[in-house]
């Protein structure tokens, strides 16, 4: 399984970002998809997840209204558009698989079962 995260760069406060998330070598369609990251010095955060058929999503409240998620189970690519971007949203995003249901915003990174490598998002105040 690999799960390649691209998108990240530097963008100043107000500014928006695009990440995508490519996954290969699992059956897409079967899994959720979320995004986490991790500042320096802190733990890794929960951002938002997509349910398998992108009818469901859930997010931090901090990016709520501000990140949106979406997914193509064709090209098996998960998007999050970043928008309103702050400076303490700056981190390392990580894109992650689970098979697990969860009907909430209460994800953790164990819940996730497969993960990618991270994409670095620098917000300038």
């Known amino acids: 399984v690999q799960l390649q995260a691209s998108g990240g760069g530097l963008v100043q406060t107000g500014g928006s970002l695009r990440l995508s998330c490519a996954a290969s070598?699992?059956?897409?369609?079967?899994?959720?998809m979320g995004w986490f990251r991790q500042a320096p010095g802190k733990e890794r955060e929960f951002v938002a997840v997509?349910?398998?058929?992108?009818?469901?999503?859930y997010y931090a409240n901090s990016v709520k209204g501000r990140f949106t998620f979406s997914r193509d189970n064709i090209k098996n690519m998960g998007y999050l558009q970043l928008n309103s971007l702050k400076p303490e949203d700056t981190a390392v995003y990580y894109c992650a698989t689970t098979q697990i249901i969860k009907r909430s915003s209460a994800w953790y990174p164990d819940d996730m079962e497969y993960w990618g490598k991270g994409t670095q998002v620098t917000v300038s105040s």
């Open positions: 997509i349910g398998w058929n992108g009818a469901n999503t």
């Open positions: 070598g699992l059956s897409f369609r079967t899994y959720a």
